[in-house]
């Protein structure tokens, strides 16, 4: 069975930085697709990056250059470095997994993912 827990979210400034970590259990393989998603209240969620099987990261533009994918297969976790966070990043954060491959950005949605941690909260204040 597949498990995802997300830690690390907080209350920062602006400008401040934040390192989340999910960790994962139930992959057999690393052949898996990770990512992160965020919802803001009263906003669809949306993706904010992705790593592939090879380590490739992609990132959607809002936090591109601000923001860090990683991961690590022998510990099975999956880190986001949020640098130069702005108040618009306030979001609750989810670890999203799937065993197939990842989509292109233009494919980047929620209904990718079938596996999902139960979020972590990010509050940027100005």
């Known amino acids: 069975q597949v498990q995802l827990v997300e830690s690390g979210g907080g209350s920062v400034q602006a400008g401040g930085s934040l390192r989340l970590s999910c960790a994962t259990s139930?992959?057999?393989?690393?052949?898996?697709?990770m990512a992160w998603f965020r919802q803001a209240p009263g906003k669809e969620r949306e993706g904010v990056a992705l790593?592939?099987?090879?380590?490739?990261?992609q990132y959607v533009d809002s936090v591109k250059g601000r923001f860090t994918i990683s991961k690590d297969n022998a510990q099975h976790t999956l880190d986001l470095q949020m640098n130069g966070l702005k108040p618009e990043d306030t979001a609750m954060y989810y670890c999203a997994a799937d065993r197939g491959g990842c989509p292109s950005l233009l494919y980047f949605k929620d209904n990718w993912f079938p596996n999902w941690g139960p979020g972590t909260q990010v509050t940027v204040s100005s």
């Open positions: 139930g992959f057999t393989s690393s052949s898996v697709c």
């Open positions: 790593i592939y099987e090879n380590d490739f990261a």
